[in-house]
């Protein structure tokens, strides 16, 4: 049975996409069945493996992740929905698979506004092909709207990107009560895997004592491993390659060394 990830935070461009998409890929470098799934209306992990042509094909053919939780009704004229098995997108990298997402699930709050059980909706659909994989990585949006709902209460564990910013620093510990007030709502156990201090080396106020702080304030929590701020982690996006196929050797360690020690923490 998979083990289910979700890598959440509710700030923007603290490098959370790009530790998905990389975890995943080193997941299925190391002979893990692998599933991403983007849940961010702004697709950026979808296209950190695909191209933005062949993510029109497959949503228009196969379908995508808002046809699994319902956005704006994603139903054929019959009333059927896709189902998982279509809309996965197969061996993106090594070992990994893909559920790609769409610009609907800008709406998905409004279209399942009145639906019974909206939040296990992804759950749900997860549920048939749970064994054919070792780890599932969710990709979700910066906030807690349904999405990311979906994402916490099919994970297992939660991992939160943090930049070294004081902006970023302040909302870790109102984002950890928020996700453990919907999991008492839920009736759903999840393990906090751990904070990752990442974006190191761009310009930040207070970026030590942020560090340091978060340090002190979740002890045991924080990664020791750190992502710097490298333009080959765009480059490779570009190139819908994973970092370490993009030529950066030290890039390469640091997402390796923050893997393995997510690995070691969610216990695989």
């Known amino acids: 049975m998979a083990t289910v990830v979700a890598c959440v935070n509710l700030k923007g461009g603290v490098g959370k996409t790009a530790i998905a998409v990389n975890f995943a ?10 599933l991403l799934v983007d849940l961010d209306s702004q697709t950026n992990a979808t296209f950190c493996c695909i191209t933005v042509d062949e993510w029109q094909k497959h949503a228009v053919e196969k379908g995508t992740v808002a046809d699994l939780l319902g956005a704006r009704g994603h139903t054929s004229a019959e009333g059927g929905t896709k189902d998982i098995q279509t809309v996965i997108r197969k061996k993106v990298f090594k070992n990994v698979d893909l559920i790609p997402s769409h610009l609907d699930l800008i709406t998905v ?22 064994e054919k994989y070792e780890i599932i990585v969710c990709d979700c949006p910066p906030n807690l709207t349904i999405p990311t709902q979906n994402a916490i209460a ?7 990107p943090v930049s ?5 620093g302040i909302g870790v510990g109102l984002l950890l009560s928020r996700v453990g007030e919907l999991c008492d709502d839920l009736e759903h156990e999840i393990e906090l895997a751990g904070i990752i201090v990442s974006r190191v080396g761009r310009p930040a106020y207070h970026r ?6 978060l340090r002190t ?30 030529g950066d ?12 020690e997510l690995l070691s923490r969610i216990g695989v």
């Open 25 to 34: 890929a080193y997941c299925g470098s190391q002979g893990l069945k692998t």
């Open 109 to 130: 709050d409004l279209d399942l506004s009145s639906a019974v059980a909206r939040e296990f909706k992804l759950k749900k659909a997860l549920k048939s092909v749970l």
């Open 154 to 160: 099919c994970s297992d564990h939660y991992v939160v």
């Open 164 to 168: 070294p910013d004081f902006l970023s």
């Open 208 to 213: 030590d004592e942020v560090i340091t702080g």
């Open 217 to 246: 304030k979740f002890k045991g929590k924080v990664f020791t491993s750190k992502i710097k701020e490298r333009v080959a982690v765009s480059e490779a996006a570009a190139k819908n390659i994973p970092i370490y196929s993009a």
């Open 249 to 260: 050797a030290q890039a390469a360690s640091e997402f390796t060394a923050m893997s393995r």
